[in-house]
Every structure is written in structure tokens, then in C-alpha cells.
């Protein structure tokens, strides 16, 4: 029973920052990539961002030198750290994760979505 709760969405003017977090839980036994999307109204969910277990990051070219993607291996959890924050960012952001469970079957989890909205 795995489930990744997601926090940190909110109101904030241009310019400003946001701090999202992903968490997963339930029977994991390791997790390889963790992702962010997003989904601005009457808008496709688009990639953000993705980070391995290892470490390796990619960040969509739109919101490169602006968001920045980590993970805490020892908490389960992502985060999507949102600087210089631009109305078009506005969206829905759901966290994703690859996460092979204590049964050893892999499958891809989505979070609930968070609401972010930039004022201008």
C-alpha cells in the first residue's frame, strides 16, 4: 500500500519561492526515479523534473536555473525547490515515484497534486 503525499503548494506573488516535498510510504523496499509534473488549467501535464537514486537530475528547459530537484534517500522523499516564481507557473504539481515494492514488483505511484499559483 504505497502513497506519496505531497505539500508545499500556495500563493505567491511573482518572483517569490516555494518549497514543494514529496513523501512516500507504505511497504517500499527501494526506490529508483522520482519525478515532478505539472498541469496548468486547460493544459496537458508536462514534465518538470526527475532525479535517480543516484543522484542524476533533469530539469525541463523552461524552468532551468529557476527550480531545482533533490531527494532525501533516508526521509523517502523529494523535494522541488521553486525560485523565481513566473505566473505561467501556475499549475497543479504531482510528484511521481518508481518504487519496487517488499514483493519486488516495480510499478509507477502519483501523488495527489498540489496547487501552485503566481500572482502577478
Known amino acids: 500500500q504505497v502513497q506519496l503525499v505531497e505539500s508545499g503548494g500556495g500563493l505567491v506573488q511573482a518572483g517569490g519561492s516555494l518549497r514543494l516535498a514529496c513523501a512516500a510510504s507504505?511497504?517500499?523496499?527501494?526506490?529508483?526515479?522520482m519525478g515532478w509534473y505539472r498541469q496548468a488549467p486547460g493544459k496537458q501535464r508536462e514534465f518538470v523534473a526527475a532525479?535517480?537514486?543516484?543522484?542524476?537530475?533533469n530539469v525541463v528547459d523552461s524552468v532551468k536555473g529557476r527550480f531545482t530537484i533533490s531527494r532525501d534517500n533516508a526521509k523517502n522523499t523529494a523535494y522541488l525547490q521553486m525560485n523565481s516564481l513566473k505566473p505561467e507557473d501556475t499549475a497543479v504539481y504531482y510528484c511521481?515515484?518508481?518504487?519496487?515494492?517488499?514483493?519486488?514488483?516495480?510499478?509507477?505511484?502519483w501523488g495527489q497534486g498540489t496547487q501552485v499559483t503566481v500572482s502577478s
Open positions: 507504505g511497504s517500499i523496499f527501494s526506490i529508483n526515479a
Open positions: 532525479i535517480t537514486s543516484g543522484g542524476s537530475t
Open positions: 511521481n515515484a518508481d518504487i519496487k515494492n517488499i514483493a519486488r514488483t516495480t510499478a509507477l505511484f
